[in-house]
T-cell receptor, first 113, second 111 residues
Framework: DTGVSQNPRHKITKRGQNVTFRCDPISEHNRLYWYRQTLGQGPEFLTYFQNEAQLEKSRLLSDRFSAERPKGSFSTLEIQRTEQGDSAMYLC???????????FGSGTRLTVV | QKEVEQNSGPLSVPEGAIASLNCTYSDRGSQSFFWYRQYSGKSPELIMFIYSNGDKEDGRFTAQLNKASQYVSLLIRDSQPSDSATYLCAALTGGGNKLTFGTGTQLKVEL
């Protein structure tokens, strides 16, 4: 695998349901980032991990959002009690230590109806 | 004031012309800057980065950085219809731990 893999590609859910997204970074990339992008906006930082440690979480992120990266490999992003405002593209990016040119995955497009 | 600002466009240029995309940033501590291209419905892909004042060239692309003016630009020479996309400018912020993106400039290259 030569890229960042995200699943699912699309998710439609009803308001109030919980959803979970998965990101598999490029092998041996120790940094992993989650961003959210809405139409007409740039990607907005959510959180990032170095190995298994979550080092920063955006103040914009409500407590309905949680992310994990067990064993420093893949990561999951969970949104509880989804709201229509959560509809967006959720992007994962990874990179090796010492560089900052993110490689983004294809993203997960979430639609809350 | 947003940390990274871009004109949303659209910027329209004829095929073969030079497209000039601009970006300003507010954090003087930002040291590195990145340009990403994003096609509609796709994720951003890195074009190039710059961290020294001056110009950096890579094929048809030239990134320019002026730290005194807090200004970054991307020039695309010999623009092609396939260059039509949204171009995102990003600055390394937060103590050097994450990229902060602008809203992007939509570029349209017309035949």
């Amino acid at each position: 695998d030569t890229g960042v893999s995200q699943n699912p590609r699309h998710k439609i859910t009803k308001r109030g349901q919980n959803v979970t997204f998965r990101c598999d970074p490029i092998s041996e990339h120790n940094r992993l980032y989650w961003y959210r992008q809405t139409l007409g906006q740039g990607p907005e930082f959510l959180t990032y991990f170095q190995n298994e440690a979550q080092l920063e979480k955006s103040r914009l992120l409500s407590d309905r959002f949680s992310a994990e990266r067990p064993k420093g490999s893949f990561s999951t992003l969970e949104i509880q009690r989804t709201e229509q405002g959560d509809s967006a593209m959720y992007l994962c990016a990874s990179l090796p230590g010492g560089t900052y040119g993110y490689t983004f995955g294809s993203g997960t497009r979430l639609t809350v109806v | 004031q947003k940390e990274v600002e871009q004109n949303s466009g659209p910027l329209s240029v004829p095929e073969g012309a030079i497209a000039s995309l601009n970006c300003t940033y507010s954090d003087r501590g930002s040291q590195s800057f990145f340009w990403y291209r994003q096609y509609s419905g796709k994720s951003p892909e890195l074009i190039m980065f710059i961290y020294s004042n001056g110009d950096k060239e890579d094929g048809r692309f030239t990134a320019q950085l002026n730290k005194a003016s807090q200004y970054v630009s991307l020039l695309i020479r010999d623009s092609q219809p396939s260059d039509s996309a949204t171009y995102l400018c990003a600055a390394l912020t937060g103590g050097g731990n994450k990229l902060t993106f602008g809203t992007g400039t939509q570029l349209k290259v017309e035949l």
